[in-house]
């Protein structure tokens, strides 16, 4: 159920709201809007009139939902969820934010270079695996805590803001102090143990599509982590499993304009593992922009001949720096912009 307060509201109308709807047993959840104040009561009480809280004081408007995802629906935040960082970035604004970097850290030297060359571009996040899933046991898995430091101190240096990839539980508490969002890949989207850890911490969160997963199945698995009380976090589209071989996935633009009229949260695109091809990551990049992508997220390497994971994938630094560019003429033509 969601109850809409009128914007005359007082704090005692809200919380005598709040309390019935807890008697009842549902969940409570609050957000305060730019006009208005919303209660999404998340549960099954046997049984309730929902007129019972249309008449109740200070309420405008309250509803039952018929969606399974409760809080990542639209109706939650009518306006659209924005997540701000520490320095000032946000995603799910007017600006469409580029995060850019290798598939894995893979030395000093490599990550170094490679944050220096995305924030030259005009990046604004540092991407980098320090924790790599990988198909096979035997490919690299990554550097671990150590990459994780490297990560931290790079981007320090470079003024970005870090985005790594969280696989298990135990991580979490090793990766809060040295990271500014925690990426959940494909492979963990029904993870549901670590998505609900992470709905636990205040991180912002970025989850991707599962290969084979349907936009419900995405929001539904956004509710964990929305339910634990972690609002911030970012749905990502990366392409998905079909019948089509030439590429690595099937890059679902279409969805992106779907999930924004289902949910408020900022939805991103990740056109590298869209499609797995270097050459055809910048028209899809640009594609998921026109289609209103709050944000990119793509492989660039300084040397991607020479990577030890998705080289084929992974941008060359001129071509990063070539697509932003044509990121910055598109984005006005959809009411965006690049900085």
Sequence with gaps: MIVA???EATE???QDVIERMVELGFNVHRTTGTNQTIL???GTPAHFDVLEFKVLPGVHDAYRISSPYKLAGRNFRP???TVTFANGVVVGGAEVIVMAGPCSVESAEQIRLSAQLAAAAGAK??????YKPRSSPYSFQGMGLDGLKLLREVADETGLLVITEVMEISQ???MVPLIDC???GARNMQNFNLLRELGHTRTPVLLKRGMAATLEEVLLSAEYVLSGGNYDLILCERGIRTFETYTRNTMDISAIPVLQKLTHLPVMADPSHGVGIRDLVPPLALAAVAAGADGLLMEMHPNPDKAMSDGAQSLYPEQLQKLI???RLLAPVVGRTVA
């Design 79 to 81: 306006e659209g969820t």
């Design 325 to 327: 560019a044509q990121l």
């Design 12 to 14: 005692q109308h809200i």
């Design 5 to 7: 307060m009128q914007d």
């Design 172 to 174: 979490i508490e090793l």
């Design 125 to 130: 996040f540092l991407r980098g695996g320090a």
């Design 182 to 184: 925690f990426q959940v």
């Design 40 to 42: 999404a009561g998340v």
